[in-house]
């Protein structure tokens, strides 16, 4: 069993963190959507929610029709700033549903960073509101082409193409980065820390988001920070560095 991936018109947009010379957008699904694809999949009467320790915990159960039987999934939510009853029911009832794998495709999203130029930034706060133009998903269901539309002034603020990218790469033979060999000064394992601490802030923490990284910065040669070569590390870092400048980010 497994369910469609989102369209664009099901994914929504939020500001995650906002600096003076750009933000982060984070992608989200709404309740209404998992009902949406829970009926459509398998009908109105095919599946249930319950909620147990103060809606804190959702559990969403569908009908095995081969077994005869619900078989359920479950998960626990957490209060939202405004009508936290009703947010923390709404939270958990979505986790439930990610467990059951509907929008998990979400946490492949890219880093999605917008340049004050491309939104209006006053005071560390905006009111632009963002969407989805346009989403696509490779053979692995990861998202491969995302671009991200400001919906006030119309224009695409971001685009992702990785499948354009993988595309190319398959035409044109890979050629790793050109192996740098440290000075003999240098502590490896210091270039190795910062590195680790850059690629972090760049992919807010998320594994999948990493291995999208080092596998760029690595020319598909390695997918884990762990698996770099000291030889390499120094000419990685600093591509690292560049993208880190580049979204301003600052220590």
Known sequence: MSFRTLTAEEIECR????????????????????MDILDETFGIFGWKREHSRDNANCTVSVFDADKKEWV??????????????????????????????????????PFIWVSSDHCTIQNRKCFDKFSVAEIGYDDKRRICD???????????????????????????????PKAEQPPQDVDVNALR??????TFALAQGKQENIATAVSIWTKEMFVRLEDIP?????????IAERAYRKRGFTD
Not at 101 to 107: F, M, V
Not at 163 to 169: C, I, L, P, S, Y
Not at 193 to 198: D, M, P, V
Not at 230 to 237: G, I, K, P, W, Y
């Open 15 to 34: 500001i995650g963190m906002i600096k003076d010379n750009g933000l982060t957008l984070l992608l989200y699904k709404n309740a209404r959507v998992d």
């Open 72 to 109: 359920s999934k479950e998960d626990t939510g957490t209060e939202s700033n405004t009508e936290a009853e009703k947010g923390l029911a709404s939270d958990s009832f979505k986790r439930a549903c990610v467990n059951w794998g509907i929008g998990r495709e979400l946490y492949t999203a």
């Open 146 to 176: 995302l671009s991200i539309r400001n919906d006030k002034t119309r224009k695409i603020v971001f685009e992702y193409h990785a499948g354009k990218m993988a595309k190319q790469k398959a035409q044109t033979p890979p050629q790793p």
């Open 193 to 198: 820390n910062r590195l680790n601490k850059i």
């Open 230 to 238: 000291d030889n390499m590390v120094a000419s990685v870092l600093a």
